[in-house]
Nanobody, 120 residues
Framework: QVQLVESGGGLVQAGGSLRLSCAASGIIFSIGTKGWYRQAPGKQRELVAA???????NYADSVKGRFTISRDNAKNTVYLQMNSLKPEDTAVYYC??????????????WGQGTQVTVSS
């Protein structure tokens, strides 16, 4: 079975840093797209960062230059390094694995989420 487990969230002051980790099991880690989403109370879940098999990355405009997504295939783990944190970054952060199927459809797997709170 597929399992994604996030860790590394917590409380940090504005301007500080956190590194989130997502450990994956039950998948071929090098296949598909790995990403991070976040959701604040009453808000829509939004893409923060993603990395594809060819190491192609993309970021939300609001985090460009501050956040970095990376992966360690040997450990089946994807990371999100978050620097220069702002109160607007406060949200529950979710790890995502997207499997692209041969018929052109896709299936998303999600972690349980980890809370990030940034104080001013």
């Amino acid at each position: 079975q597929v399992q994604l487990v996030e860790s590394g969230g917590g409380l940090v002051q504005a301007g500080g840093s956190l590194r989130l980790s997502c450990a994956a099991s039950g998948i071929i880690f090098s296949i598909g797209t790995k990403g991070w989403y976040r959701q604040a109370p009453g808000k829509q879940r939004e893409l923060v960062a993603a990395v594809a098999g060819g190491s192609i990355t993309n970021y939300a405009d609001s985090v460009k230059g501050r956040f970095t997504i990376s992966r360690d295939n040997a450990k089946n783990t994807v990371y999100l390094q978050m620097n220069s944190l702002k109160p607007e970054d406060t949200a529950v952060y979710y790890c995502n694995y997207r499997r692209n199927l041969m018929d052109g459809t896709q299936y998303d797997y999600w972690g349980q989420g980890t809370q990030v709170t940034v104080s001013s």
